[in-house]
Nanobody, 124 residues
Framework: QVQLVESGGGLVQPGGSLRLSCVASGFPSDYYGIGWFRQAPGKEREGVSCIVRHDGYITYANSVKGRFTISRDNSENTVYLQMNNLKPEDTAVYYC?????????????????WGQGTQVTVPS
């Protein structure tokens, strides 16, 4: 079955950087894309970024544009999220997720498979 395993979270000071990794296994070869989401305490899970498999199309939430970069290593079945200039409002559990079909790329309801999440904390 599909497994998504995130890593790379941690505690970082404002202005610092982290790189999250998502390793995928057991996935269908025709999946559509992989996204990163985050959920802060008391808030809904929100889409951060997505990369489309077949053409590499990328989208970002406005809140992270210019600071976060999504990328992939197909040979390692891994998707990365490079996060720079981190802010306290970036504090959340970060999840990667896989979708099988096109649609609204940052809409969480359209993702079928999810990882367990990794905590990112940026103290104020």
């Amino acid at each position: 079955q599909v497994q998504l395993v995130e890593s790379g979270g941690g505690l970082v000071q404002p202005g610092g950087s982290l790189r999250l990794s998502c390793v995928a296994s057991g996935f269908p070869s025709d999946y559509y894309g992989i996204g990163w989401f985050r959920q802060a305490p008391g808030k809904e899970r929100e889409g951060v970024s997505c990369i489309v498999r077949h053409d590499g199309y990328i989208t970002y939430a406005n809140s992270v544009k210019g600071r976060f970069t999504i990328s992939r290593d197909n040979s390692e079945n891994t998707v990365y999220l490079q996060m720079n200039n981190l802010k306290p409002e970036d504090t959340a559990v970060y999840y990667c997720a896989m979708r099988r079909y096109s649609g609204m790329l940052l809409r969480r309801e359209e993702y079928e498979y999810w990882g367990q999440g990794t905590q990112v904390t940026v103290p104020s």
